[in-house]
């Protein structure tokens, strides 16, 4: 099993950046492929951006060039560099850990983290 501990969120204006970190346990990272997902209230958690065990990433269309995932092997961490954050960036964002399967879907995903809120104003 796989612990995730994201952190990094806070209360931002449109046009500043944020970097969320995601933090795992266990022994097996550097085989993980890992993804983060957005999700607004009432709403299914939304893809935005995936890196596999190889370093391929994978991005939401409404964040490219904006957001960056990035990962560390030897800190157990995974990173999503916002800049340029908009309004609609609102949500709590999540990490997990891909198990096989399409990276946008959030049913190929387990070992989900607690969350970090990322609140953007106008």
């Known amino acids: 099993q796989v612990q995730l501990v994201e952190s990094g969120g806070g209360l931002v204006q449109a046009g500043d950046s944020l970097r969320l970190s995601c933090v795992a346990s266990?022994?097996?990272?550097?085989?993980?492929?890992l993804g983060w997902f957005r999700q607004s209230p009432g709403k299914e958690r939304k893809f935005v951006a995936s890196?596999?065990?190889?370093?391929?990433?994978l991005y939401a269309d409404s964040v490219k060039g904006r957001f960056a995932i990035s990962r560390d092997n030897p800190k157990k961490t995974t990173y999503l560099q916002m800049n340029s954050l908009k309004p609609e960036d609102t949500g709590v964002y999540y990490c997990?850990?891909?198990?096989?399967?399409?990276?946008?879907?959030?049913?190929?995903?387990?070992?989900w983290g607690q969350g970090t809120q990322v609140t953007v104003s106008s």
């Open positions: 997990g850990v891909n198990f096989g399967g399409s990276f946008k879907d959030q049913k190929n995903f387990i070992w």
């Open positions: 266990g022994d097996t990272f550097e085989q993980d492929s």
């Open positions: 890196i596999t065990w190889s370093g391929n990433t």
